[in-house]
């Protein structure tokens, strides 16, 4: 993951209401970066399923925004941050249909699939943070 | 407490989403249908989601479980006027909505209730049971 930072904001991520508020931030910066409207619509979807991941798997945490350059290349960064019990097989957890929750398992396998880059970095007992970017 | 209202038309259930649903509406909406399905003995639901910017898992899961839930209380459901950007996000997501009858605007999906019904009353009297 390369580039240098340009812009951030944080989002926390408490209740239902504020994974609204995360799509509703994801939108407007996506949308002033000027993606596609797919673009816009997968980079949105994506960060719907991993802020829900961080509200109730991580016990809520935070979303970080970053807007990336490199060259004349930008991108947006998405980073989701809880301090929960974290991931045990993050490999089972990246496949479709795997689910803790009653979700349907597609979250994190999903959302991989809509962003260019992913990375999982989680320790069991002290939280996960995924961060992922798309390039325009 | 925040709700999407739900409109009876003859044998029909409509329901318009025009806000960006957080989890607890979309569980409210399921279990307000459900009712309502029962309560009026509706034989079919649209739903139309033309507003929706995304549907991501979550209300996929929603709209899969009504459709479930209605067709065991007798009811044909039809998700109308999906955004192509959602419909491509979706698949790739990996939903594909499998048991969702769509349609493209509100007036085809109608049709699709209306013919559905009554194939299916036809087929009653016929004795056959068929199941799609």
């Known amino acids: ?136 | 407490m925040e709700r999407i209202p739900i409109l009876r038309m003859g044998g029909f259930l409509l329901v318009t989403i025009q806000v960006d649903m957080h989890d607890k509406l979309a569980m409210t909406l399921q279990d307000d249908l459900t009712n309502r399905i029962s309560e009026v003995g509706a034989k079919g639901v649209l739903i139309d989601i033309s507003s929706l910017e995304i549907v991501d898992s979550f209300i996929g899961r929603t709209l899969a479980n009504i459709a479930s839930m209605a067709r065991v209380l007798d009811a044909q459901t039809v998700v109308v006027g999906m955004q192509p950007a959602v419909a491509i996000t979706l698949v790739e997501l990996g939903m594909s909505l499998p048991g969702i009858h769509t349609a493209l605007n509100v007036e085809t999906g109608m049709e699709f209730l209306h013919r559905t019904v009554a194939d299916y009353q036809e087929s009653e009297y016929d004795g056959d049971y068929t199941e799609d």
């Open chain 1, 1 to 136: 993951m390369t580039g240098t930072i340009q812009k951030t904001e944080s989002v926390p991520i408490k209740s239902g209401s504020d994974v609204v508020l995360v799509r509703q931030r994801v939108r407007a910066w996506t949308s002033e970066m000027k993606f596609s409207l797919v673009e816009q619509t997968k980079i949105v979807t994506a960060a719907s399923e991993l802020a829900r991941n961080t509200l109730e798997h991580g016990g809520g945490g935070e979303a970080q925004l970053a807007l990336l350059q490199n060259g004349a290349r930008q991108g947006i960064q998405l980073a989701f941050i809880d301090q929960g019990p974290g991931i045990p097989d993050v490999k089972l957890a990246l496949s479709d249909g795997y689910t803790t929750a009653n979700g349907m398992g597609l979250g994190l396998g999903g959302s991989k699939r809509l962003m260019n880059e992913f990375e999982i970095e989680t320790e069991p007992g002290h939280g996960t943070r995924i961060t992922c970017i798309r390039w325009k």
